[in-house]
């Protein structure tokens, strides 16, 4: 009898143990579960570029003196050639009539030692008059030929400088403000009186990373020019599309990028040099899988996901994002296609926590 009610005892002592136990396991966590899948998928990667004209000059005088003429309007398209500046010429004018002058003393003197040489030969042919002379006569010849040249070269010289009095186009494009107007002294070299720069087609400068050097030099290579590089200002997008034209010579040792530049045409003069823009270049990835982004958890600057197993037991693991689109990422390294994980509810999530799916 005793021994009965001691089983009995011990029968019910072990069911309270286990419903107590039972009572003590955490609940299963709601949360909603989705597959992962591969797609294909085209986004754009952006860069700050900044917009520069392909030739651009400084105009600065040539010949010091006060300015006389201004003649083109401020921003205004100039030619090739055409008169932009006037400086006050009749000092280089009158230097232009004196050179000139002394050329025809020189020529002048050079018709007589040539007389000269010539009298002195025919009378040594008679011996009528001693060699010391003669040799004079060619050495002043001489002197009085290279007096010539010394004039004309002079002359040269001033005649630059009366055309250095007119400042001109160095090519077709825009001319910005004067900066100096009628009257004022300019110095030869170091005035700076405009700038003029071409606007038929403008290049943007954006720097990459070295890494996408082979990509860039592929697409330089084989001349892409579609809608793969794309210019934009805040949420507008330039109407025509970019060709890469060059990647700089050498990567920078400081910040590990390369200058890369692309050209835009600018028939409509919608861009203007010194325009800070977006660069888009178009990219695509082949079989890529893209998950929501609220999947994601970041720890200590590494990102996981939670993947149950098909004991509805969750596991965190590490994946490498890549590019966010809109609500979503692309996952470039951790997660296959086919596979689940949680997408809603994760916050109430460890590892090995259990799971009850809503969905």
Known sequence: MAATLLLALTSCDKKDGQQQAASQAP???????????????????????TVIALDEVELRP?????ITGVHFKD???VNKGQLLYTIDSQLYSANF????????VQEANLVKAQKDADRYHQLAEHDAVAKQLVDNADAALEVAKSQVEAARSGIQAVQTNVRYTRVVAPFTGLIGISLVKVGAAVTAGQTILNTVS????????????QKEIFRFANMLNNQVQDSTFQLAFTSEVYPHPGKLTLIDRAVSPTTGTIKTRLVFPNSDGLLRSGM??????????????IIPHKAITEQLGEFFVYVPNDSNIVTQRQVV????????????????????????????LREGSLIRTDN
């Open 27 to 49: 609940a299963p966590v709601a949360v909603t579960v989705t597959t992962t899948q591969k797609v294909d998928v085209a986004y754009y990667d952006e860069y700050p570029g």
């Open 62 to 66: 040539q010949v010091s003196g006060f």
């Open 75 to 77: 921003g205004s398209r």
């Open 97 to 104: 009539d004196q050179a000139q002058a002394n050329l025809k």
């Open 198 to 209: 071409t606007d038929n087609n403008l290049a943007v400068d954006f720097n990459v990373d």
């Open 276 to 289: 800070n823009g977006t660069v888009k270049v178009r990219n695509q990835s082949a079989d890529a899988v």
């Open 321 to 348: 994002l890549g590019r966010t689109m809109g609500e979503n990422v692309i996952i470039r390294n951790g997660l296959n296609g086919g596979e689940k994980i949680v997408v809603e509810g994760i916050q109430n």
